[in-house]
């Protein structure tokens, strides 16, 4: 056997590990992760770096549906949300379909026929995208 053919013998298939990785995209990733530890300089990089790949998935659209009043956005949504298999943020899905630690409160508000408070209703918001399923998937708001 020639040297080329024992060279070319021993090469790995599938295509190279270069290859594999530009077409997964992990050379993004590691730029990205890479810069997010220069900037962030946390004491433990490597639970910061398990942290950032569970949390970070630019990746995900983020639809935001507006529209005045009966005008279709909640059917739109669902129609959205089936379709890209998304994760739908409402108002009603933060009150009563979600167990979110502020929701007790809000619901306090609106049994007593008040307004609940814009600060509220952005903490809902927060924790409630906070969540694993709201950032690995594309989330829809109506």
Request: with cysteine; charged share 25%; glycine share 2%.
């Amino acid at each position: 056997m020639a040297e080329a053919d024992v060279e070319d013998a021993a090469r790995p298939w599938p295509p190279p590990a270069g290859a594999y990785a530009e077409e997964r995209g992990l050379f993004q990733l590691l730029q990205t992760m890479l810069e997010e530890l220069l900037i962030h300089k946390p004491d433990d990089p490597i639970e910061f770096m398990i942290n950032h790949l569970k949390e970070n998935n630019d990746d995900a659209p983020r639809i935001c549906v507006l529209g005045p009043p009966a005008s279709g956005k909640t059917t739109a949504a669902m129609w959205l949300c089936k379709h890209f298999n998304a994760i739908r943020v409402s108002q009603e899905t933060l009150l009563f379909k979600e167990v979110l630690m502020q929701t007790e409160e809000a619901k306090a508000y609106k049994e007593r026929n008040q307004k609940i408070p814009n600060a509220l209703w952005a903490n809902l918001i927060q924790e409630r995208l906070s969540n694993v399923d709201c950032i690995k998937q594309v989330r829809i708001a109506p």
